[in-house]
């Protein structure tokens, strides 16, 4: 092969690995929200990417990995669906449901969401180990962390529904 050619083919390399691990476009990473009386509110990835930002690590089927996103109590807020405030009364009885593409569903209550209640960790991640998340994995993953298995940990996130129980 010459060296032109040689060239030309990394270049092109260069390339593809470039796009493969280019973010996905914000209408990829658009998330929607419905709230208890039914209304929606689509989160573009814009409005997902103003919000504070977390790292942290966790252990995924034995391999430690450094994960990044946003709360699920910031998101919800920023849906016009979540407690702005510590939860009392009916509140205490509502659930978050979070939807895969593929149907997959979890839920947690949004109790253990308030920092004076249940003060569970819950993010939505878009990064691990610095690089978005792979296609079968985001653009968007719910995390429960301390969840001692990850049957919570919701791939390919595209709904949240606050739904009341009574």
């Keep these: 092969m010459t060296t032109r050619r040689l060239a030309t083919v990394k270049a092109l390399l260069l390339c593809i690995a470039l796009l493969a691990i280019a973010p996905a476009s914000s209408a990829a990473q658009d998330l929607t929200v419905r709230r ?4 929606e509110r689509r989160l573009t990835g814009t409005e997902l990417a103003s ?4 790292a942290f690590e966790v252990t ?3 391999v430690a990995t450094r994960l990044e996103g946003v709360e699920l109590r ?3 807020q920023l849906g016009s669906a979540g407690p702005t405030d510590t939860l009392r009364g009916p509140m205490l009885r ?5 939807l895969a593409a593929d149907g ?13 209640i249940g003060a569970r960790r819950v993010y939505l991640v878009d990064r ?15 995390v429960v962390v ?9 791939r390919q996130l595209q709904r949240l529904e606050l739904v009341d129980l009574h």
């Design 146 to 154: 301390g969840d001692v298995r990850a049957t919570r940990w919701v």
């Design 36 to 39: 208890v009386d039914g209304s």
């Design 60 to 62: 995924d089927h034995g």
């Design 74 to 76: 910031a998101v919800l």
């Design 51 to 54: 919000l504070p930002r977390t």
């Design 94 to 98: 509502r659930v978050v449901l979070l």
């Design 104 to 116: 997959y569903a979890a839920t947690i209550a949004l109790a253990d969401l308030d920092p004076s």
């Design 128 to 142: 691990a180990n610095g690089v978005p998340l792979a296609a079968d994995q985001g653009p968007w993953r719910a």
